[in-house]
C-alpha cells in the first residue's frame, strides 16, 4: 500500500514536471561571446555572455538563446528598470513602443535588488522571453515580437553599449 502511494507521488511529480516545462538548463547552452559590463563607460560593474545551444549560426540572437548579466556589485532592482525602459523607447518606433509599453512595465517590475555574484538571464526560446535570477525563474513574457523588441536594449540600433553589443556578436 506504502508503495503504491511512494510510486503514485512519484509519477505525480514527474508528470507535473513534463507539462509545466522549463527553459534550457544552465549545462545545456554553450558560451559564444563575452563583454564586461561598464556603468558610465570605464566602471567594470560585471560581464555579460551570449549562450546557446550551437554557436554555429548564421543568426546568434535568434531563439533559441540565452544572455547573462552576472554582477560584481549591488545594484537596485528599479534601476534595471528604468534603464530598461530608456532603451526601449530610443530602439522601437513610437507605435511599436506604446503597443508593447504595458508589457515592458508588467516585465520590468520583477527585477530585484541584486548583489555581488548575482546573475540574472533572459531566455528566449518557444516565443517567450523569461526572465531568471539566480537561475530561478521571475516571469515571462509570450510572442517574439516582445523578446525581439525587448532584445533591443542590447542589441538595436542604439544599444546600452556599443562595445557590449559588437563583443556579444563576435565583433569586438
Not at 49 to 54: G, N, P, V, Y
Not at 125 to 136: S, T, Y
Not at 141 to 151: D, S, V
Request: with cysteine; hydrophobic share 40%; net charge negative.
Amino acid at each position: 500500500m506504502a508503495t503504491r502511494s511512494l510510486t503514485r507521488s512519484f509519477l505525480l511529480s514527474m508528470s507535473c514536471l513534463l507539462v509545466m516545462g522549463s527553459p534550457a538548463q544552465a549545462d545545456d547552452w554553450q558560451q559564444c561571446h563575452r563583454s564586461d559590463v561598464k556603468a558610465l563607460r570605464f566602471i567594470t560593474v560585471g560581464e555579460a555572455r551570449l549562450l546557446r545551444q550551437d554557436c554555429n549560426v548564421d543568426d546568434l540572437l535568434a531563439a533559441p538563446m540565452r544572455l547573462e548579466f552576472s554582477y560584481q556589485r549591488e545594484v537596485p532592482g528599479d534601476a534595471f528598470a528604468k534603464a530598461a525602459m530608456n532603451f526601449l523607447e530610443k530602439n522601437l518606433s513610437d507605435s511599436e513602443f506604446e503597443q508593447l509599453k504595458p508589457r515592458f512595465e508588467r516585465f520590468n517590475s520583477h527585477y530585484q535588488d541584486i548583489g555581488d555574484g548575482d546573475t540574472y538571464a533572459m531566455v528566449y526560446q518557444d516565443e517567450q522571453l523569461q526572465l531568471l535570477l539566480n537561475n530561478d525563474p521571475l516571469t515571462s513574457e509570450q510572442g517574439a515580437q516582445f523578446a525581439e523588441a525587448y532584445l533591443t536594449i542590447w542589441f538595436g540600433e542604439k544599444p546600452y553599449s556599443s562595445n557590449l553589443k559588437q563583443a556579444l556578436l563576435g565583433n569586438p
